[in-house]
C-alpha cells in the first residue's frame, strides 16, 4: 500500500482519474473521489491524504474560507464537469446521488412524432435503436441539452418548446398525430392523460452504491439540485432531511424540482433557465 498525498487546494481538473483501488482519510476532499474508479475499504493499492501543512487549517469546516460551501447534488459526469469549471470559485462538496442504467423497452415503429425528454434519454434510446427508426418521423426535444445531444448525432429537430410544464406539456401533444415519447422510468403522468401518447422508459435513475461516500457534513451557504432525485436520494441514503437544515439556500435547477423540494417543506430558488450552469451562475451573481 501506498500513500499518496494530495494539496486540498488543488483544482479537480489538474487530478487525474485513478484505476487502481484506493482508500481515504476522513478529511479528504470529497471532490477527488468523483475521478477515483475503485474505491475498497478493505483491498485497496493507495491511501489517499491531504498534504501536511496550511491548507488543511484553511478549508477546515467550520474556519471561514474566503470561497462560499457549496453542496452541489447531480450524477457523477455533472459532477465532474461542473467542479471542475467552478471550484477556482466556489468550495464545492459534491454528492454522487444518480446513476443511470438502462432497461428493457419495445418501440413501436408506427408514430407520427418522436419526443426525447432528457439527453439520457437519447443515449440511452440510441445504445438500442438505429438512427434510421427516426427516418420517416418528425422529431422534438425538451430543452438545450436533449436538442444538442439529437443535434450532435446529426438529426434536424421539428420543435424545441421554450416551455414544457403542465398546459404547455398537453397543448403541444394533443394534436400531433400518434406520439412516442422516450423517457426515464419516472416520467410526468400528464402523458398518460393522452389517447394520442405511448411513453416509452429506456432507463432508470438510481441511488448509487458510491452515495455512501459523499454524505454531506457541515454547514453550505447554498445547496444545488440537479433534479428532484437529486434531492430524494440523499434522504433516501441517509435517512432524513437533516442535510437540508445545514443549507442556507436551496437552488433546483428548475420548476419541476423546485416544486418537489417545496412539497417536503423547504424553500428553494431557481435561475431563469433550467440548467446546471445557470445554477451555478445565479449562485456567482449573489456572492
Aim: aromatic letters at 16%.
Amino acid at each position: 500500500m501506498k500513500q499518496v498525498s494530495v494539496s486540498s487546494l488543488l483544482p479537480l481538473k489538474l487530478f487525474p482519474n485513478i484505476e487502481d483501488k484506493v482508500w481515504f482519510e476522513n478529511n479528504f476532499r470529497r471532490k477527488f473521489l468523483l475521478k477515483c474508479n475503485n474505491i475498497d475499504k478493505n483491498n485497496y493499492d493507495f491511501f489517499l491524504t491531504h498534504s501536511l501543512g496550511g491548507d488543511i487549517e484553511f478549508l477546515k469546516r467550520g474556519n471561514k474560507s474566503k470561497k462560499p460551501h457549496v453542496l452541489f447534488s447531480a450524477n457523477k459526469r455533472d459532477l465532474i464537469r461542473y467542479t471542475e469549471i467552478y471550484d477556482d470559485f466556489l468550495d464545492i462538496f459534491p454528492i454522487e446521488s444518480m446513476e443511470f442504467r438502462a432497461v428493457d423497452f419495445i418501440i413501436d415503429s408506427r408514430a407520427d412524432w418522436v419526443v426525447f425528454t432528457s439527453k439520457r434519454a437519447v443515449e440511452f434510446f440510441f445504445k438500442k435503436i438505429s438512427v434510421r427508426f427516426l427516418c420517416d418521423k418528425k422529431v422534438a426535444a425538451i430543452g438545450d441539452k436533449t436538442a444538442y445531444a439529437l443535434m450532435e448525432r446529426g438529426f434536424r429537430l421539428d420543435y424545441v418548446p421554450e416551455e414544457f410544464y403542465g398546459s404547455s406539456l398537453v397543448e403541444f401533444l394533443k394534436d400531433k398525430g400518434k406520439l412516442l415519447v422516450i423517457s426515464a422510468a419516472k416520467y410526468n403522468k400528464v402523458y398518460d392523460e393522452l389517447d394520442n401518447v405511448i411513453v416509452v422508459p429506456v432507463y432508470e435513475n438510481v441511488v448509487p452504491e458510491r452515495i455512501k461516500y459523499f454524505e454531506p457534513k457541515g454547514q453550505f451557504e447554498f445547496g444545488l439540485f440537479s433534479s428532484p432525485s437529486a434531492f430524494w436520494h440523499i434522504k433516501e441514503a441517509f435517512g432524513s432531511y437533516q442535510f437540508v437544515e445545514n443549507i442556507k439556500n436551496i437552488v433546483a435547477i428548475g420548476r419541476t424540482t423546485k416544486s418537489y423540494i417545496e412539497s417536503c417543506g423547504f424553500e428553494a430558488v431557481m435561475p431563469n433557465r433550467a440548467t446546471i450552469d445557470d445554477m451555478f451562475k445565479y449562485v456567482l451573481d449573489l456572492i
